[in-house]
DNA sequence: CGAAAAATTGAGGGATCTCAATTAAGGTGG
DNA sequence: CCACCTTAATTGAGATCCCTCAATTTTTCG
């Protein structure tokens, strides 16, 4: 069906693009076939020719950089639709790497394939290139959440981030979101200790603002989770009212 | 002098893309009149629309973020021949602002100008959004600096990449590089106070790693510097070995 | 079902912040 | 070119947030 997985790329560029329908038929040939990942595998390393687009299919997987102290640093969470790299093959190679965070399907595009594709649909390509610049946007965003909040306000925000990027992809109802993450990603997202995203994620419980079971995050407060992480639900929209 | 104005950005766009004399000679028309700011001074304010590329003639300035508590968070640190929001155009409103750090220079280019430049110098344009991509690279190390970094790495780091950057520029020569940032811009830059910035400084100077004084930064053990910092001399030299 | 991974909890330490006062530097007008 | 005034740098003391280490329980996965 690779048809239908197409559509979750389509829904995603149409979050910040207008796609034609034209572009939504180019989008098929243009994936291709999806590679599977389980839990925990690089889907590309640091020092890789960066000569591939990966684009999510399924799953979660996030953009990372290993120290040589063996403490990791996530820059990105990538969902379904994202795709990452897409400007990447201006660089000689890669220095971050792509982890799955849970058993995924990744589209592994050419980068030349990219290349090709204003020949093919023009807006296909603006729709990549403005996916890069929302994620650009994001990563500044990042910056700000690691310099100048607090471990709540940071692990708050990146709550509201992932639930409002779900919300529009469709993911999730009645504030009920699948949650794969480990409270070592989220560590690891926010420049924190396991122990420490433990304490806070009880006190969230404990206020009233979420709960976790079995891999499913409810928010049953978001504006209390908003205002706790200082989150603009404005910001990850910016994308959308894009000029043509 | 515009051409000689101009000359600084063909030197910053040489470091990661080949630029043919062509390419250079349309840089001049390309860039315009450049306008002057005073320190302190917004180059561009959050919720304005992006329809203007900021690129540095002289002076330093910054991409950054106010929070509503008043506290800013600094993402890039623009230098001379630096060119931000190349690919803004595709958002609908900026989420961040440009300030001056120091009195500088600014070529305020309109981004419908970005748009035309492949017709007129399709090298040129790719040159562009390298640096984009170069830049966007530059906000995920500060991300990794943010997360995982002590106050003294972090600032070994900065220091050590705006030496880096500016050798490349040729600016400063002996280790010697004009500083003009103030310890608050180096806290805001790093997720620290100023207070703290203060005592790290005291402590790379006590190391006998640097000297400041008279708004010269003068760098007497890079090699220590980047120990400290963790620093990955070959992380800005990416884009150039790039490919075409 | 059993092994491995993740979550949870406690105790204690350290890095960085806050508040506050003082000194040094820089910029401006006379 | 000096005097003044504002801004930046410096230093101290005490408080906090978050980390480290370590043990235990719970969950997940093969």
Redesign the interface.
């Known amino acids: 069906m690779i048809g239908l997985g197409a559509a979750v790329v389509a829904r995603k560029l149409a979050t910040h693009s207008r796609l034609t329908s034209a572009a939504q038929a180019a989008l098929g040939p243009f994936l291709g076939h999806a590679r599977d990942f389980r839990r925990g595998a690089l889907i590309a390393q640091a020092g890789d020719p960066p000569n591939v687009i990966s684009i999510v299919k399924s799953g979660v997987a996030c953009?990372m950089?290993m120290?040589?102290?063996g403490?990791?640093?996530i820059?990105a969470i990538l969902l379904p639709g994202d795709a990452a790299d897409v400007?990447?093959?201006?660089?000689?190679?890669r220095?971050?790497s792509i982890q799955a965070l849970s058993n995924c399907a990744i589209w592994p595009v050419p980068s030349r394939r990219l290349a090709d594709l204003p020949r093919a649909d023009e807006g296909l390509a603006?729709a990549f290139?403005?996916e890069?610049?929302?994620?650009?946007?994001i990563?500044?965003?990042?910056?700000?959440n690691?310099?100048?909040r607090t471990a709540d306000q940071r692990i708050a925000h990146l709550l509201c981030e992932l639930c409002t990027r779900m919300d529009v992809m469709g993911v999730g109802k009645d504030g009920a979101y699948p949650f794969i993450f480990t409270q070592m990603d989220i560590a690891?997202?926010?420049?924190l200790t396991a122990v420490h995203v433990n304490r806070v994620m009880k006190m969230l419980k404990a206020r009233g603002l979420i709960t976790l079971k079995a891999r499913v995050l409810t928010v049953l407060d978001r504006r209390g989770l908003e205002r706790l992480g200082?989150f603009d639900p404005t910001?990850l929209h910016?994308?959308?009212?894009?000029?043509a």
């Not at 890069?132 to 946007?137: F, R």
């Not at 990563?139 to 700000?144: L, M, N, T």
């Open positions: 953009r950089t120290l040589p102290t403490a990791r640093q820059h400007e990447a093959s201006l660089l000689a190679r220095s971050d603006e290139l403005r890069a610049t929302v994620n650009a946007e990563a500044r965003e990042w910056i700000v690691l310099g100048r690891d997202a926010q420049g200082l910001f910016q994308g959308r009212a894009a000029a």
